[in-house]
């Protein structure tokens, strides 16, 4: 399945197509395709300070991307270089190369509907119909969508039930089953299919059939088209990074609980606040070991770039790109007017955990959904994951996001200035009343 092999590499080597695990070799398999690498922009000469080692340099050097910014050399002055250590450089893959494409075509496709709307039951009927009768895969659905008593009212669901694969999110594992995904809903569907693998996700295609849609890029009139387009490998991929998250409670760092720690994965935020209590939260966080600060306030956010713009963006965050590899940490109503949000690399690890001084626990939440408490001496652990949430675009990376700002979120919606053209009847009429004014005056006697 898929990796963040295709995020994280060590050489340039490896971006060039993505390496499979060799246990899913009768399954249907896809990688990333990569262009080739864009030449920089920056004259030659001004890149190497000797010249007889020009055209070896440039036959040797290619565009890369590190982790902090774009770096198309990795050599400072004469003398100055970065260390050829793989730990110490992390490359990303360029997004605009990662493209889906199947080694085989795909058999399997689970189907996430949102539950308690009588208003997808239609679409889901219809998009189920077509995959098994038509396209004759074999679809996986949630139990509890079958519990639904309003499907009986659907003929055509009665010959597809039966054909129906269906398992229980609590119960059934479903790694190296699963070939896509495709959600019918809003964007609680997508991060109910981040929540369903705990590690490879495969590729995931979303409809906008719910109230929001940021995350949802595909519209459900001509699905036929755009299923076919995906499972012919025509289309772009966003590989949306998620949080690892680790809860280490007191007594297991004292080695008198021997349980495995918790360990969620997250695709929007885990939120660390005050719970019920009316006291001000007080946490302490460190940054790779290194205490940063104590946040005193409502609490704290710590996101990834797609839940940028969700509860961080309220909060006062920036918004970024889900393609750029970075940790967001937003303060909730802090107490402090200088405590303005940050953005740290992708792979730092954050450690945040109760003051000893706090006057209550602190209340966790994922992705809005599970909640756990942190008491004093519990600690809890949040880096990148290795195992990113690879979503479908319906254009491009750019264009979906930016027209999901557009639509979903009326990013710089004002009403347009009026041109000069416009306001000339009223620059001409307000300079008449000036002019009237003016002679007015000059009429006034004077004063004896």
Not at 424 to 429: A, F, P
């Amino acid at each position: 399945m898929l990796s963040m092999e295709s995020l994280w590499c060590n050489s340039e080597s490896e971006l060039s197509t993505l390496k499979l695990s060799k246990s899913v070799i009768e399954r249907p398999e896809y990688r990333l395709m990569r262009r080739k690498p864009s030449k920089s922009l920056i004259p030659q000469a001004l890149l190497h300070a000797n010249p007889e080692s020009q055209q070896k340099s440039h036959r040797r050097r290619r565009r890369t991307r590190s982790l902090n910014a774009p770096s198309p050399i990795q050599q400072f002055g004469p003398c100055g270089r970065i260390m050829k250590n793989s730990a110490m450089v992390m490359q990303i893959q360029d997004p605009a190369s990662q493209r889906l494409t199947w080694y085989k075509p795909p058999l399997t496709v689970l189907v996430i509907k949102k539950v308690h709307d009588a208003q997808i039951l239609a679409p889901f009927v219809q998009l189920v119909h077509w995959l098994v009768h038509d396209k004759s895969m074999v679809v996986f659905v949630e139990a509890a969508v079958l519990d639904d008593t309003l499907l009986a009212e659907y003929g055509d669901f009665t010959s597809v039930k039966e054909r129906l694969m269906t398992f229980r999110a609590s119960t059934d594992d479903l790694t190296d089953k699963i070939d896509f995904i495709i959600c019918l809903g809003g964007d609680g569907t997508l991060l109910h299919a981040s929540s369903l693998f705990q590690q490879s996700v495969p590729p995931v295609m979303a409809f906008h059939l719910g109230s929001l849609g940021f995350l949802t890029p595909f519209e459900f009139n001509n699905f036929q088209e755009q299923v076919m387009n995906v499972l012919e490998g025509h289309a772009a991929l966003t590989l949306r990074s998620r949080l690892q998250c680790v809860v280490l409670r007191k007594s297991q760092d004292d080695n008198k609980d021997k349980k495995k720690p918790t360990t969620i994965l997250v695709l929007n935020e885990v939120v660390v606040d005050r719970g019920p209590s009316p006291y001000l939260s007080n946490i302490d966080l460190f940054l790779d070991g290194k205490h940063i600060t104590s946040v005193q306030g409502d609490g704290l956010i710590v996101s990834t770039p797609t839940g940028s713009t969700a509860y961080a963006v309220a909060a006062g965050a920036s918004m970024i790109h889900p393609s750029v590899p970075a940790i967001m940490v937003t303060p909730i109503c802090p107490h402090s007017l200088s405590f303005r949000p940050i953005v740290v690399p992708a792979g730092v690890e954050l450690k945040i955990m109760p003051s000893p001084e706090a006057r209550n626990s602190a209340s966790v939440s994922f992705d809005g959904r599970s909640q756990l408490t942190l008491r004093p001496g519990d600690s809890l652990y949040v880096t990148t994951s290795v195992y990113p949430v690879p979503s479908i675009c319906a254009q491009d990376q750019i264009s979906d996001w930016f027209d999901s700002l557009a639509e979903c979120l009326h990013w710089n919606v004002r009403k347009k200035q009026k041109q000069m053209d416009e306001l000339s009847d009223l620059t001409h009429s307000s300079s008449d009343n000036l002019e009237e004014l003016d002679n007015n005056h000059d009429e006034r006697p004077s004063d004896t």
